[in-house]
């Protein structure tokens, strides 16, 4: 079955950086473009970074532009998200999806940034 785990996340303070990881199963990754997401407290849940099935297309959010950098390897199945410049805004629970997304979602990976 499709399965998405996601790791990496923490407390951090702000400015400070962390590299969030997410291994997929249970469908044709390579085929597969990615994103990944975030939902803060109280919001919905937005986009942050997606990466075409080959990593030859690349978006970010504008609020995440030049600080985050979304890559994937597919051998290994996975994809990853290096944040710096963290800025206490960042703060919510990250999760990785495919581009639709999929109706499976994996737990999430909470980031805290805070003093």
């Known amino acids: 079955q499709v399965q998405f785990v996601e790791s990496g996340g923490g407390l951090v303070q702000p400015g400070g950086s962390l590299r969030l990881s997410c291994a997929a199963s249970?469908?044709?990754?390579?085929?597969?473009?990615m994103r990944w997401y975030r939902q803060a407290p109280g919001k919905e849940r937005e986009v942050v970074a997606g990466?075409?099935?080959?990593?030859?297309?690349?978006t970010y959010a504008d609020s995440v532009k030049g600080r985050f950098t979304i890559s994937r390897d597919n051998d290994k199945r996975s994809i990853w998200l290096q944040m710096n410049d963290l800025k206490p805004e960042d703060t919510a629970v990250y999760y990785c999806?495919?581009?639709?997304?999929?109706?499976?979602w994996g737990q999430g990976t909470q980031v805290t940034v805070s003093e």
């Open positions: 249970g469908f044709i990754f390579s085929t597969a473009p």
């Open positions: 999806n495919t581009w639709g997304p999929l109706n499976t």
């Open positions: 990466i075409s099935n080959s990593g030859g297309v690349i």
